[in-house]
Every structure is written in C-alpha cells, then in structure tokens.
C-alpha cells in the first residue's frame, strides 16, 4: 500500500435546492486512502450517457439556465419548478456526484488489492465524473492489453444494456427482438452482439440516413419510421423474425403501440381460425428511454389481449440475472471492448467543459449517435 | 339415453359479410342426439356480457342500423367499415353463434351421462343464446339444491374473472387490489370475495352514487374518479391497502395511468433515500375490458420504471393457473352461487327482443350494473 493522505482532485456536483433551484459545479475534494479492498483510480475517460443526464439535471429547465463563474469553475443554475418537486424530495439539498461509468489508472492500492497498482481499469457505480474515484476492487474491470481508458470508458451501461436485452429476450421466452433508435450507440452495439448471436433484430429508426448507416454494418432489417409505407414494412419484418419483444428508447408518442400492433398484424396472419380477442402469442414492449418525456398513448383494438408494456431498468434486471450471469456477461464485455462493445464518440470535453452553455445543449439535445466522451484529467486551468 | 332425431329450436346467429354487412337473425336448428358424454340442455336463462357483445356486434357501428323482419323473427343488419374489416378477416361469411354461458335442464343424455337427465344444469363455452345447447358432461356445473338456472346462468364469466383477478395477485406476489368501474356486477362480487377473503381492495367508481352502493354493501376503500380530490384519496387508500396490482374495465383514457403513478406515490412516501427511477416496488395494471375504446394514454415521469401494463383475458388465465386451480375455483362457485357469486339482473327478455332496437341499445351502452338476462324458453311467437 502507498502511504498517503489522499488525493486532491476536481469533482463535478449536481444539487437542486429545496425552493427549487438546480446548481451544478466543480468541486476541489480529497479522496480518502483506499481500505485494504479498494483502489483510487485516476479517471482518464468517463462518458455522458442519456442516465447521466437524468442525474445532473433532475427536472430543472436548461432553457432558463443562467452560466457563472469561471471557465475553469464554471458554475450553472437553473431553476426547478414547483410541481416537480415532490417527485424528487429525497434529493433535495443533497450534493450529488455524477457519472455511471470510466476508466483510468490504479494509483492508489489497499493491502488486498496491490497487484492492481499501475494498472488500467474500469469502474462502475456512480461518481466518475472526477478526477479521482475511490472503489471497490470488485466494482473494476481490468482492461486488457493494449485497451486504453478510451476504449474502456463506456464499459458498462451501454454494453450490459445490450446484452440485457438479448438475456432479457431468453428468459422471457422470445426468439428475436425489435429496437428503436437503433442507429444509437447502444443499438449499433446491439446489432453487432445479434450479428454474433444470429438472432434476428429489427432495427427502427428515424430517417434514411441512420437507415443506411446500419445497413452499412450489415444490419438485415431496417424499418425508418419516417417512410410511408412504415407500418406495412415493420409487419413484414416481424414476420420473418418472429419478434415478440421490442426495446423502445422514445418511450413517449404512439410507437411503442404501433409495434405492439404491427406484431399483432404478423401473428395474425400466421392464426388459424377467429379469436374476437387477437391473437394468443404474447407481444412485449419494455420502455427503457424517454427520448421523447411527452406521454404515451396506444390503442388496444389492433393489439389485442396478449400484450405487455413495461419499464425496464438495466440494474434490476442484472439481479434478477444473478451474479454468474452478469459475470458471464462482463468477460464478454472485456474480451471485445474494441470491436462489439467500442463506442464512438462526437467530441472530447474536459471537465469544466461540461458545464459550457454550447456543450450542454448539444449533449442534453440527446441526438441519436451523438455520444461525449469527458476527460478529467485534460484542460485544468 | 333417450332415442330421437335430435331436438329443434331457435338460436342466435352473427354473420358479418365479405363486403361488410353485419346481419343479426334467430335461425331454426336441429341440435343433433348427443354423443356418449354429451348432453342436450334445454337452455332456461343465459345472461349478455360485455364479451358478448363483442361477438355480437364485432366492428359494426349500431348507430347505422337497420331492423326488420317481424317481432318474433327480427333481423338486425348495420355496416362495417371497410378498414374494420382485415383484422376480422377470420370470421367473414361465417355465422357465428353468440352466448358465453347460461343455465337450464338436460333433456337428452349420452349413455356415459344419463345420470345428468332432467339435472338443472349451468354450462359455459359459446352458443348458448339458443333454446337448446349441445355440450360436454365436463362443460357443466350440476347446479345444487335450491338453485335455478335464472341463479346459475351467469355462473362463469363474472365469478371466474373476480376469482382470476384474486389468483394473479397471489401468483404475481402482490397482497391487495385496485379495481375500477368496481360498482359493476363484477366489481360487486369482487367486494364480496376480498371481504370474505380479508384482501385490500380499492374500489374506483364513477360517481357518488355508485360509491353509496358499494359502501353499502361494506366496501371500506371507495374513491370516486369524478371527486376533486381523487389523486390524493387514491393514494391514501394504495399506501393503506398496499395494493400494486390493478384491474381495469375502463381501459381508454388516462386512469390506468393515473393509477399507476398513484402506485408509485404512495411507495415513495415509504422509501428511504433517493433514486433517480423512482421506487422499485413493481406496479402493475392489467386492462381487461374496454368500456373506453378511445387510446390509452399515461406519463412515464409520474410512475418510476418498475411498472407494468398489459392485457387480461380469462381463458389464458384459467389455463395457466391449471387445470385443479380451476376446479376449486368452480366448487367454490357453485357453493356460493345465491350470495357471492349472485348477479341482478336490469331486466329478463327473449330471444327476440334480444334483436329490438331499445333493447339492444340498451344492453350495448354496458352502463355499469346494468345487465341483461335472456330467458330463451320465453315470448316465442
């Protein structure tokens, strides 16, 4: 163990007061010598995914965001409105770290864990949007040769969220999937692992452009919901995969109810004789985003009664899974985090970047394929 | 057995053409002699059910209409729509016959069931808005001693869901329920099964009247949808039930939502610490009718991610709780036909009058605790 009285370093902090006043800055902390199991890692590369942002902002109007401060201690506040409140009243006046997932280097090592010093690892388990990260040896990954911070950063949510699904699809007794956004980093990823896996997927997407983006990385079903001839396209492509389970990260509008639908119209036309009530094979949505927060709606006549819609949330599922699921799932992870599992990224930031009016539009716009990668360790002035 | 050329009489016939006529007509059939475990029932009483209905009238608009033939002969024809008309494509210019259940005397016997001759007996499986059914000796219910068939004519659907509803929240590991348009016949019998049973039920009804009925049949949980205060009297009476399973009849609109996020309220007045998703505890609504046939819309903020929404039917119920499931389920229908399981009746009709303009708009405008008992033996001219 090296001696020491901690590490001084920048964190960034996320605090809705409680008359409903959001305040995000950088913070100078010092990270405690680590216990006998635990390591401090220098955080080299931490993204900003879609579940970070939920974090960091809670229900606090962007557009009304006032900037202060300094380039390098940026401070932003924005204001929360009342009737959000009551949702989020445990969070209140607390200072919240931000930032599921990273990587860096081992610098600091507890008696049980010195064979991890000097090496390149990844951590989940919140926090990382800092210079410095105490954790658990049991939270880390250790990269494997030749993969860097970089390359390990989004180690985790994106790729167990995938493998997830695919899980999911087992457990639950369906034999091929539908997604949507699927030009997104997590649906690119997808339809590498269901490439691999050879399990049918049907990608939606929203434009021709992420149409073509997929078929160039030899995505079979491709369905853009901007074309006319949209529904009769994803019929036909359920069809032929027989998907019964869809993913949907919009969450709000009519989506998740015209897939449902359209595998109603595929098992229909598979159904011998009448049933008044639809068919009998079960037809599942999980909603796992809100790219669009407005509400959903469906109809229940071209869906039948044989039909769910739900929530679902990566940590909960992984418990369900159990451990030697999620470990199974992990080595797969780090064996190919340069070619299934690698994310691409929009744009490098710093730290105190993250905090920078232009850059927080531009990630908080949530764009599919646009992905920021923060570098704590860059740009400290 | 009793020798013979089988049996005539009239039977209820829907027919909804290629080209998208629905024509409603009574028909003179020849039931045929029973097979060895079959029976003859000459039917005395068998109730409309809104699942009838469904079968009755499929896609077409009543409002357009037409009524002729003669009083004891009626015919009904009204108009589908042509975009109505795929998703029936299996039931075209097919007669189907219409009645879910009923109740009345075996008249003819198969040798393995003479003992059944002359048993006032209750059946259930389609066609019985005839005067006479075929059926299995394992589709009846000898009704006991003291029970008519006017008593045991709805002895299946209503009794079987309410007790089905009770089974789910114990298979699905929840301890109390929700239920809406609660003062229907249904919701009546279902107040009386969670008394008895000592399970939370939070009763959803529509007005004030129908919350005098139930309270004064001993509901101790009743919350009027149409009250100022309903959000806040439903959460009270979730967080004091614990219910996180809802039925819903209504199925349209905002309530299944509505309820949800009135779930997810009152398990966050009990959590401890913060999370970002909302509360673990798993809340779920299963729409089982469609008194609403509008879309169904919710918002995701309000209700976490560990919420589930999803159809409910019977028979798939029934098949997965199994076969000695259901058979305790029917004895202890059977046992309490003339008081938990009792249902009342707005008024008695023929078959005829089943086809009368009043009548039928009557029966389909499904009020809640209206229902219609047609006594096929009567009114025949």
Known sequence: MVEGDGLNGLELRSRISGDGM???SLREATVPEPAPDEIIVRVEATPINPSDIGVLLGPAALDAAEFSGTAARPVVRAPVSAAALPAIAA???ASLPVGNEGAGTVVRAGTDAVDLLGKQVAVFGGAMWAQYRRAKMTECLVLPEGTTPRDGASWYVNPMTALGFVETMRQEGHTALVHTAAASNLGQMLNRICRADGIGLVNIVRNPQQEALLRGQGARHVVDSSAPDFTAVLTAALAETGATLGFDAVGGGPLAGQILA????????????????GSDRHKQVYLYGRLNTGPTTFERGPIGFAWGLGGWLLMPTLK???AATEARLRARVAADLKTT????????????????PETMRAYCRRATGE?????????LG
Not at 266 to 275: H, L, P, W
């Open 22 to 24: 959001l305040e995000l």
């Open 341 to 356: 599992f690698a994310s691409h990224y929009t744009a490098e930031i710093s730290l105190a970047e993250t905090l920078q």
């Open 320 to 322: 369900k899974l159990g």
């Open 262 to 277: 359209a595998m109603e119209a595929a098992a229909r036309q598979s159904a011998s004789g009448y049933n008044h009530y």
């Open 91 to 93: 969070r209140l006046d």
């Open 371 to 379: 992905k920021f990668l923060i570098l704590p360790q860059q740009g």
